[in-house]
């Protein structure tokens, strides 16, 4: 169970991801890649295109009026018969479940999925507090048996096999566990079974709240979540507060784009609709309903014009199966309850850049993010302002990098605007790497500019391109030409002003 972090080392992660783990992650993807293109074609691009749109107008709208939505849902779930709680941080809102854990004696909670928990490390809070807490969601459950977060927002246990979560289930469970999905279903489902029907608290996020109604909407594909917050006589949803939607017809905008760009479905096999606790004692469903919302850093995100869309996510994943870093090094390198793309922004905001600093720079910058992204966050261009944030500082932040780096930044811009000092640069550097240079590599560089090459060898400067490209055009030969005149001239110049001098002081 992982606590909240405290700095992420990026590149060391990198380090210890197990060398299957990219085979197993792209072998996921891109299952999931080529079933929402199935259904994105259903559709039509043109109406797929104006779906998008539609929803980035609808989560930007929201966002510059979530004051107002905010009071609009806190309204409507008291009239529900809800309790609201805000929570300014993850201490704070682990600290909310806590009490009311403990007034009403509970001894275990189940939980359906939700990131926000694992955003405040609600799990291990709880049982350093004596709670057993169960995952519910098969993937969650699995990954609470490793030991590990998740490493994929919508499917956390993406990278293990059903072998290696066969040998988990016989060794935790105690039982003899083949390598069959249908089967490790069954185990699966058998022992949690116990679990719904003991628990005295469900816990549950959400992916939306409707703020017209008071209304959680959670999307589930395994009916574990409709479990959770009916049957324990308590149910907390923690949830952020980026997740208002106005009313359900914009809802139903969303509920089009999350499951076709999550999982390719048209819709997930459940979508539960709670507006608070049950209202008579013949009715199902929980004693009471309590909602968390939870800031977390999320309104200082608002008050940055180029990072806000971040809060437009409604955390589909899609922008995980198309990124090539994520696909090459899994979730657990990113070292939060986000990874991919959307981690790489949102993580490196809610924690600040000087615990997630590595992370705006753990991407190529291809932009297949933003082009699959069914809200239409421009991720690319707010990777590059955390970048700057990081290495310069802004309003928000101060800068993290070391005086080095950024010398060293700094050095390399001025040389790629002045093309005489690039040129002389790269003359010297080809000198300078001769005692770390080994076949056309260099595999070992001395700090502090040896953290390229503690993930990879760095290729040696070789060939000079404007020495080939001199030697080949007739441009290139009559710049040379004149290189070389300009060169002799000076060389005479110089020669003659020392001449001239050494006269006059003989005079
Ligand atoms: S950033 Fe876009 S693509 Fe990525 S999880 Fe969020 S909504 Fe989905």
């Known amino acids: 169970m992982r606590a909240y972090p405290t700095h992420i080392d990026f590149r060391a992660n990198v380090q210890r991801v197990p060398p299957h783990i990219p085979v197993s992650v792209r072998k996921a993807t891109s299952r999931f890649l080529g079933t929402r293109q199935a259904v994105v074609n259903v559709l039509g691009d043109e109406q797929w295109q104006r779906l998008r749109q539609a929803a980035h107008e609808l989560r930007l709208h929201t966002l510059q009026h979530l004051d107002s939505y905010l009071v609009q849902l806190e309204q409507q779930v008291t009239a529900a018969g809800g309790v609201m709680h805000w ?11 806590l009490e009311l854990a403990r007034a009403r004696g509970v001894h275990r909670a189940v939980k359906v999925k939700s990131m926000a928990t694992e955003e405040i490390g609600l799990n291990h809070a709880l049982q350093e507090n004596g709670i057993e807490v169960w995952e519910t969601d098969l993937g969650e459950f699995i990954i609470q048996l490793a030991g590990v977060g998740p490493s994929h927002i919508i499917v956390p246990a993406v990278h293990l096999t059903k072998e290696e979560i066969a040998e988990l289930f016989t060794q935790k469970l ?26 005295d608290m469900g816990i549950s996020g959400a992916n939306f709240l409707v703020a017209e109604s ?68 013949q009715e199902g469903g929980p004693q009471e309903f309590h909602l968390i919302l939870l800031d977390n850093g999320r309104t200082r995100i608002l008050q940055d014009a180029h990072t806000r869309k971040t809060l437009l996510c409604i955390r589909c994943g899609v922008c995980l199966n198309v990124c090539p870093v994520y696909n090459h090094v899994g979730g657990h390198a ?8 959307i981690g790489a922004i949102l993580s490196t905001q809610l924690l600040g850049v000087r615990t997630a600093a590595d992370l705006p720079f753990a991407s190529s910058l291809c932009g297949a993010c933003a082009e699959y992204c069914p809200v239409k966050i421009p991720i690319p261009e707010i990777l590059l302002h955390l970048r700057h944030r990081a290495l ?11 005086p ?11 040389a790629f605007r002045l093309p005489w000092l690039y040129e002389w640069g790269t003359q010297i550097l080809r000198y300078l790497q001769t005692p770390f240079r080994r076949d056309g590599w260099l595999p070992h560089l001395p700090p502090p500019i040896n953290r390229w090459t503690m993930v990879r060898p760095l290729p040696a400067f070789g060939a000079d391109f404007r020495a080939w490209f001199r030697e080949r055009t007739p441009q290139g030969r009559a710049r040379e030409q004149r290189r070389r005149a300009n060169i002799i001239l000076g060389v005479l110049g110089a020669v003659s002003i020392i001449a001239l001098a050494l006269l006059r002081r003989k005079k």
Not at 404 to 414: D, E, F, H, M, W
């Open 214 to 281: 008071g209304t959680l909407v959670i999307v589930t594909n395994e009916g574990n979540g409709r479990m959770c917050t009916t049957l324990p006589p308590l149910h907390v949803a923690v949830v952020g507060i980026d997740k208002v939607v106005p009313d359900f017809e914009s809802l139903s905008i969303l509920l089009k784009l999350l499951p076709r760009s999550a999982t390719g479905q048209k819709m997930s096999a459940y979508t539960s609709f709670i507006t608070g606790p049950r209202r008579t004692a």
């Open 174 to 199: 105690g039982v003899n566990a083949p390598a069959d999905p249908l089967k490790l279903c069954a185990i699966a489902r058998t022992h949690l079974r116990q679990a719904f029907l003991s628990a």
């Open 404 to 414: 080095a780096i950024r010398a060293g930044v700094q050095a390399g811009t001025l």
């Open 392 to 402: 310069e500082g802004d309003r928000i932040e101060n800068a993290v990098m070391s």
């Open 334 to 341: 990113y070292g939060f309850a986000y990874s991919g793309p």
């Open 87 to 97: 929570a300014r941080d993850a201490a704070e809102a682990r600290q909310i479940v």
